[in-house]
């Protein structure tokens, strides 16, 4: 009988606390100031210098560059970027590495879908992800 009295007294004090659970589709998450979601790329940045590539564990990333058009300016200009999605454990290392900050982390987590080549995301998506920016990364 005194176990089941201090159940009781146990559940009623929880009933009285604040709830923990989120309405999430309708609210957003409050997340960590440092979490890593989905990259954002800015190509007017990138120097085509393959070191996200390069220290990508897990080689999720296919970058490559052309030959600038005009003769005078050396260098290189970006010619296509992909992340696969699939693979990528947001490791922080591609945006770590990159001179110009060319890659951004932020703090986008939605990529749920329902096919796998979905997951695939080119340069054209990457640019246009602007959700949820990191706060240290706002200029």
């Given at each position: 009988?005194?176990?089941?009295?201090?159940g009781l007294?146990?559940?009623?004090?929880?009933?009285?606390?604040?709830?923990?659970?989120?309405?999430?589709?309708?609210?957003?998450?409050?997340?960590?100031?440092?979490?890593?979601?989905?990259?954002?790329?800015?190509?007017?940045?990138?120097?085509?210098?393959?070191?996200?590539?390069n220290i990508?564990?897990?080689?999720?990333?296919?970058?490559?560059?052309?030959?600038?058009?005009?003769?005078?300016?050396?260098?290189?200009?970006?010619?296509?970027?992909?992340?696969?999605?699939?693979?990528?454990?947001?490791?922080?290392?591609?945006?770590?590495?990159?001179?110009?900050?060319?890659?951004?982390?932020?703090?986008?987590?939605?990529?749920?879908?329902?096919?796998?080549?979905?997951?695939?995301?080119?340069?054209?998506?990457?640019?246009?992800?602007?959700?949820?920016?990191?706060?240290?990364?706002?200029?």
């Amino acid at each position: 009988m005194r176990g089941l009295a201090k159940g009781l007294k146990y559940t009623l004090n929880q009933l009285t606390k604040k709830k923990v659970t989120y309405n999430y589709p309708e609210e957003p998450l409050p997340l960590p100031d440092r979490f890593r979601g989905i990259q954002k790329f800015y190509p007017e940045k990138c120097i085509v210098c393959n070191q996200c590539s390069n220290i990508c564990p897990t080689d999720c990333i296919e970058l490559t560059g052309k030959k600038h058009p005009d003769p005078t300016k050396k260098g290189k200009i970006i010619d296509t970027y992909d992340i696969n999605f699939e693979i990528c454990i947001l490791c922080d290392l591609c945006t770590e590495v990159c001179p110009t900050e060319a890659i951004i982390m932020t703090n986008n987590f939605e990529l749920a879908t329902y096919s796998r080549d979905d997951l695939f995301k080119n340069l054209e998506w990457l640019d246009e992800n602007d959700t949820n920016i990191r706060k240290e990364n706002k200029a």
